[in-house]
């Protein structure tokens, strides 16, 4: 007789073991996948998770992984303060399109004056527009106690039409042939998010990524702040006892993630992206989601997961153009990392226990 | 740009020694695709076209592609992923690929990209598009003689130009065969979404439309169609023949094949140069797909001829006298159409209601 | 299904627990929810039915019509296995108890027959120390209250009304009273996680109004809430977390908002030796550690902050014996030390030990604190609840059987319960026995035996009439019918008390709501009876045989008294409290006890 039990305290072994467990079992079963799809099963995995690091072209690669993990990781440590909180925004995507419509409008305003304050202009814009996105689910739910889920999952949707509409209208280039988008930011000096040492994927996003990693760190372990989050979350009654205010403790989480958000975006479209257009965003605010749970809260933990879904992303394409996965397979592969993560994560707070319970 | 030269010598690093293996014998060609080879449409003629390649010269070239790539940063990163395993052409067939290509192609000018739809071009970059609205001449014609309730209703994915020529182009051959004619225009902001196409066509038919005119690529709008019954469509990018002979019937398809054929040959041959390609009916890029019988006889037979016009050249689909929207004089009487005009098209002609959001 | 809702409805018909079938169980009332249990076993014709505390969340409406229902059963045969600390109700309703005291018999008895106070005796064992309090003339005003008013923070809260009091210095005062009469409201509106309206509460001279409960931390108030786990402390959280918790302010463990971990893991640490709390090290969660253990950790935290008032509620609810007296020992010292202590407890022989005053909560009202030194444990007991048994702890509150001081006591402290049904005030006495006279005679009236004789009598006419009778009358067809049904073997039905499922190992059953049958309700006869006993005991409390301190007991009364279950204990064990079914006779047992 196997039964399940919950661990008197969380182990903390496992919550170590579960990420490397889980990579394992992925690799076992993505294998098994890859193979059913007529493609060598170690190459696959190589090609996914090695080549991108270590391969022949990792100096391309290496800084691709900042590229594309810094979004997810500045995104997703502002959702994780919420989440341990129990407040739930799910609009980060929102925020992030507001924040670069805002970063961009502000450095175009300007188009073309050359000014060294453009930018942090334009950050500012970018941090203040996402910040104001999440202020309405913040506002909505305490004064009105609407779902913050909902309110924030539906402004994203309200986010891309006015991004469709900036991107036709306000913002499109004037010299883009009637086509939608706005001037390409990489061409205006002033505005453009450039690499700090070229070839190193180091943007000013990666460098903000790290500093709100740190801030994040220190505001969870060493700040009153942070412990308020982290009571609020594992007790709300308790926190209330502790003395936190429910009100300001939601102002300042869903504020902060929209900030962050915000950031995120404004340094994609100053930087990698370039510009504003109808599909300027790719899901980063909902990818950082499961990055933020993939990390588990936690600011150290969520650096490896975005870089880890990056790798995921960069190594499935290489993995596309090279073995000709289907994309579809490579998602799979993707979707099993995270189910492996979940599933053993259970195993932090359970055990299997052998043999009948005693009856009494 | 120091990385630009280090990724250079890299390539040619490669291209002198791993490329030996390869590229001698193999011309590498590479596609990156906005959606999923499966979606029916748009990237499945794309690839119809990398298959053709594949056919033509068998194990002379080796194809690649990755599917469901994000305009931005990813498309970049994929078309450089691409030149760095030693691609000799690369085609990206997307609008938003346009700065991505021309910035990867400034990073390697060994490596010839092919831009789809695009205006920016460069030594290594040509762009390519097809002149779809030749073929919404042909709907249009059809459109306004079936339809009975005079509502035709277009499925509109963006506000550019190629999709405002689509418009114009079908409203004026509609209108000139039906002058009761009446266009309703929905916008979708996609251009592959078969939930967002399926709601806006069934939001046209409630409306009143019998006609369906889509410029986005899923097949769902003829579903739609085909529930509703009695609503006539047409296949978009792909000739989505499974919906006919009714509702489907007719087609634009976007045939790639021979261009990309073509443009592969040059590589090989080292005769490829940067141009700007823009074909329709006559070189066989557009191809408009069976009429069926759903069509009634004395109509096709018009439309047959009209295509048949296009192919020699003796009809431009949009000659004078044609007047703009708010009634200012456009094209003089005789008078056709010049391709910078077209390109950048932003306006409706005569006739077409409302605005075109911005 | 439709079958089912029809014998639902025909079961609930016949035996008048009305209840519609369709509706969702989320939205009944407590008492309403009882009632599904009880239909449910119902349901399945039991011919053994074993309730364990189930009056514990019903109005005392509700309760009367679960005994209609349970004499009618009885009357139909059933034998009813029924488990209480409620001695009235054991009283009203059940032919024969037997008692347990630690989980052993030590005693049966026809409660008819006896009184509440006998049965309290033996339940608790006689001998209950009172500890010696320092009686230190305190008059520095800490905490005043002038018609302290808050409305229910919630659907299901409690509003406080007018609540009128002052606590001083060096003082413990203590608040009894039925849990869910506002008890968790007034230690929230106290300590600050509820505001208070303005010109209510007084603090040092000073409007608490405005300051939030960090605040009042900083001013040296202090509370703790009677829920451990998730509200004074967070479950998964370490030790060091929650010492943070409150710690913060007085501790000095933040500064400028950033927080010193090594000085709040000194804190734990110091709460932990210094409190005994079993536990590997501050590192643990708080949900690893027992109830006690916590409870201690709880209220060490508090107290190591050296407040100048604190507020505790159910300080030793559900803690072990020896563990409580820890934790009472502490709260002394604190008011010894000079500060405020105000507790509020259920436990009125905890009550009795350490407070100094004493006053009554029921229904969000207060009754006017006496000095608890006036008061002995049974009078404030028959008036509060009939004299019940609070949860297992320590409290023997038997000792009450000194007679004397009794009167003045009730007639204040029992405010509460006897409420509902009388119309006096809340103050005095309504309570049930010394109707008449409490009422005239409000404080010190030291009458005996007299007393409770007429008090019964008076009573009879008195509010509690009403019911008194109708359970008088109900009892006897039980006890008809009990003869009738020997038969009765198996099919047993269990219902246990909901409150308790949900605690831990240690759980008393805490809440009892009853104001409705107040102890000598029962018809005249009995409550002579009753009267009858205390008499021989009018001494004061010294003949208490001190013997035994003993905490925890538990009672088990068997109606019907034919049925006799095997001398099998079929246990059940929800917190702590272990039935059996004893058989017959082997009385008094012992008091033995395995101490404090």
């Known amino acids: 007789m196997i039964r399940l039990e919950k661990r008197p305290q969380v182990s903390a072994f496992m919550s170590y073991a579960t990420p490397v467990l889980a990579v394992l079992a992925t690799f076992a079963a993505g294998g098994v996948l890859f193979y059913l799809l007529g493609k060598d099963p170690v190459q696959s995995i190589i090609t996914i998770f090695y080549d991108p690091i270590f391969g022949e072209f990792s100096f391309y690669y290496r800084p691709q992984l900042l590229i594309k993990g810094a979004p997810l990781i500045l995104i997703a440590i502002g959702l994780a303060m919420g989440f341990k909180a129990g407040i739930w925004n799910i609009g980060a995507e929102g925020q992030y399109i507001v924040g670069a419509i805002c970063g961009a409008a502000a450095g175009l305003a300007f188009y073309p004056m050359e000014a060294v304050w453009i930018f942090p202009l334009m950050i500012a814009a970018g941090a203040f527009g996402g910040w104001l996105w999440?202020?309405?689910?913040?506002?909505?739910?305490v004064r009105f106690g609407t779902?913050?889920?909902?309110?924030?999952?539906?402004?994203?949707?309200?986010?891309?039409?006015?991004?469709?509409?900036?991107?036709l209208g306000l913002l499109k280039n004037p010299e883009g042939f009637g086509f939608p988008g706005s001037r390409n930011l990489q061409q205006y000096a002033s505005a453009h998010n450039a690499e700090i040492v070229a070839g190193t994927g180091m943007h000013w996003g990666v460098v903000a990524a790290l500093i709100a990693v740190i801030f994040a760190y220190?505001?969870?372990t060493r700040h009153r702040l942070g412990f308020a989050i982290r009571v609020t979350g594992e007790a709300p009654r308790a926190a209330h006892f502790a003395g936190v205010n429910a009100a300001r403790l939601t102002f300042f989480c869903l504020g902060m993630s929209g900030l962050l958000a915000g950031l995120a975006g404004m340094f994609e479209v100053s930087g990698p992206a370039g510009q504003i257009s109808i599909d300027f965003n790719v899901g980063y605010g909902f990818t950082a989601i499961i990055v933020a749970f993939l990390g588990r809260l936690h600011p150290i933990g969520i650096v490896l997961a975005g870089l880890l879904m990056a790798l995921t992303y960069i190594g499935g394409d290489i993995?596309?153009?090279?073995?000709?996965l289907p994309a579809a397979a490579i998602q799979v592969f993707q979707g099993m990392l995270l189910f492996f993560l979940l599933a053993f994560d259970f195993f932090t707070n359970y055990r299997f226990r052998f043999g009948f319970r005693r009856a009494v | 740009m120091k990385f630009g030269k280090l990724l250079t010598s890299a390539v040619l690093a490669l291209g002198l020694a791993g490329g030996a293996a390869f590229a001698q014998d193999k011309t590498k060609v590479g596609f990156v695709y906005v959606g999923p080879v499966g979606d029916g449409g748009w990237t499945y003629e794309h690839d119809q076209g990398r298959k053709a390649v594949e056919e033509a010269f068998g194990d002379a070239v080796e194809t690649v592609y990755v599917e469901n790539v994000a305009e931005g940063p990813d498309s970049e990163r994929v078309m450089t992923q691409m030149a760095l395993d030693g691609a000799d052409l690369i085609f990206t067939t997307s609008f938003g690929y346009m700065d991505p290509t021309i910035n990867v192609a400034a990073k390697f000018p060994n490596v010839k990209f092919e831009h789809a739809t695009g205006y920016k071009r460069a030594d290594n970059v040509s762009t390519y598009s097809a002149r779809f609205y030749e073929g919404r001449a042909v709907q249009g014609h059809i459109a306004g003689k079936m339809t009975k309730s005079n509502i035709v209703g277009y499925i509109a994915s963006f506000p550019i130009p190629e999709v405002i020529r689509g418009i114009n182009s079908a409203y004026l051959h509609a209108s000139k065969v039906n002058p009761d004619v009446e266009f309703k225009i929905i916008w979708v902001y996609t251009w592959f979404d078969p939930a967002k196409e399926a709601d806006a066509a069934k939001a046209l038919i409630e409306q009143g439309a019998d006609v369906v005119l889509q410029h986005t690529d899923s097949t769902a709008p003829q579903a739609a169609a085909a529930e509703a019954g009695g609503v006539v469509t047409f296949g978009q990018a792909s000739d989505m023949a499974e919906y006919g002979p009714f509702p489907r019937v007719s087609s634009i398809i976007d045939n790639w094949a021979p261009y990309y054929v073509a443009r592969t040959k040059a590589v090989m041959d080292g005769t490829w140069e940067s141009v700007d390609t823009w074909d329709g009916i006559p070189t066989g890029m557009v191809e408009i797909g069976e009429i069926t019988d759903a069509v009634p006889a004395d109509v096709k037979e018009e439309a047959l001829a009209m295509i048949e016009a296009m192919r020699t050249g003796a009809y431009h689909p949009f000659t004078g006298p044609i007047n703009k929207q708010d009634g200012s004089a456009w094209l003089g009487e005789g008078e056709t159409a010049d391709d910078g005009t077209l390109a950048g098209m932003s306006f409706y002609i005569e006739g077409v209601d409302g605005e075109i959001p911005n | 299904m439709r079958d089912l809702s029809r014998r639902i409805r025909e079961?609930?018909?016949?035996?008048?627990?009305?209840?519609?079938?369709?509706?969702?169980?989320?939205?009944?009332?407590?008492?309403?929810?009882?009632?599904?249990?009880?239909?449910?076993?119902l349901l399945g014709a039991p011919q053994l039915l074993i309730m364990d505390e189930p009056t514990s969340v019903l109005t005392p409406q509700e309760v009367e019509i679960l005994f209609k229902t349970l004499r009618q059963l009885s009357s139909e045969g059933t034998a009813i296995l029924y488990i209480s600390h409620k001695l009235e109700e054991i009283r009203a309703l059940c032919d024969t108890a037997t008692i347990l005291r630690g989980g052993k018999v030590v005693a049966d008895c026809v409660p008819r027959d006896t009184s509440a106070k006998e049965m309290a005796e033996l339940m608790v064992g006689k001998d209950l120390i009172v500890p010696e309090r320092k009686t230190e003339d305190a008059t520095t005003v800490v905490l005043q209250a002038k018609d302290l008013s808050v409305p229910a923070q919630s659907q299901f809260g409690v509003s406080l009304k007018e609540l009128r009091f002052t606590v001083l210095q060096g003082e413990v005062l203590g608040i009894g009273g039925v849990a869910g009469n506002g008890q968790d409201e007034l230690l929230a509106v106290l300590s600050g996680e509820i505001s208070c309206p303005p010109n209510q509460l007084y603090y040092k001279d000073e409007d608490l109004h405005g300051t939030n409960i960090t605040q009042r931390r900083a001013q040296g108030i202090q509370g703790a809430p009677e829920e451990r786990l998730g509200h004074a402390a967070a479950p998964d959280m370490s030790l060091t977390e929650n010492a943070m918790l409150t710690g913060a302010v007085r501790q000095g463990l933040a500064k400028r908002g950033m927080l010193n971990w090594r000085k709040a893991r000194k804190f734990a640490e110091e709460v932990i030796t210094t409190f005994d709390v079993r536990t590997p090290g501050p590192g643990n969660a708080a949900r690893s550690l027992s109830g006690g253990?916590?409870?201690?950790?709880?209220?060490?935290?508090?107290?190591?902050?050296?407040?100048?008032?604190?507020?505790?509620n159910q300080p030793t609810w559900g803690v072990d014996a020896a563990a409580a007296a820890s934790i009472r020992q502490a709260l002394m010292d604190l008011a010894a030390d000079g500060a405020a202590v105000i507790v509020i407890s259920q436990d009125l022989d905890e009550l009795m030990e350490i407070s100094d005053r004493f006053a009554a909560l029921n229904e969000g009202k207060l009754s006017a604190p006496r000095e608890t030194e006036d008061l002995d444990v049974e009078q404030i007991g028959l008036l509060m609840g009939g004299a019940h048994g609070l949860p297992e702890s320590d409290a023997p509150m038997a000792d009450a059987e000194d007679a004397d001081g009794s009167e003045d006591g009730d007639a204040e402290s029992d405010a509460p319960e006897a409420e509902t049904a009388s119309a006096e005030e809340p103050g005095d006495a309504e309570a049930d026995k010394p109707n008449a006279e409490v009422e005239t005679s409000e404080t010190e009236q030291v009458e005996t035996d007299a007393t409770d004789e007429a008090e019964a009598e008076a009573e009879a006419e008195a509010e509690a009439e009403a019911e008194a009778e109708a359970e008088a009358e109900a009892e006897e067809p039980s006890a008809g019918a009990s003869s009738a049904q020997e038969s009765a073997p198996p099919k047993i039905d269990i219902e246990e008390d909901a409150g308790e499922a949900a605690t831990e190992g240690d759980t008393p059953d805490t809440a009892e709501p009853h104001s409705e049958a107040p102890a000598p309700s029962d018809s005249g006869e009995k409550s002579e009876e009753d009267a009858a006993q205390p008499e021989p005991e009018a001494a004061p409390k010294a003949k208490t045989p001190p013997a035994k301190p003993k905490p925890s007991k538990s009672i088990v009364i068997n109606s019907d008294e034919d049925m006799i279950l095997p001398p099998?204990?079929?246990?059940?064990?929800?917190?702590?409290?272990?039935?059996?079914?004893?058989?017959?006779?082997?009385?008094?047992?012992?008091?033995e006890g395995s101490d404090t």
């Open chain 3, 11 to 41: 079961v609930s018909d016949t035996y008048g627990l009305p209840l519609a079938p369709e509706r969702v169980v989320g939205d009944l009332s407590a008492g309403e929810r009882q009632r599904v249990e009880i239909i449910r076993c």
């Open chain 3, 568 to 591: 099998v204990t079929p246990a059940i064990g929800s917190g702590g409290i272990s039935i059996s079914s004893s058989p017959p006779p082997k009385k008094k047992p012992d008091s």
């Open chain 1, 134 to 141: 999440a202020m309405i689910p913040a506002f909505l739910k």
């Open chain 1, 218 to 220: 220190v505001l969870l």
């Open chain 3, 293 to 312: 253990n916590l409870q201690k950790f709880v209220i060490g935290r508090e107290v190591l902050q050296k407040p100048e008032l604190l507020i505790v």
């Open chain 1, 147 to 167: 779902n913050e889920i909902l309110v924030s999952l539906m402004l994203v949707y309200v986010a891309e039409q006015l991004l469709a509409s900036m991107s």
């Open chain 1, 319 to 324: 993995a596309q153009s090279q073995l000709q």
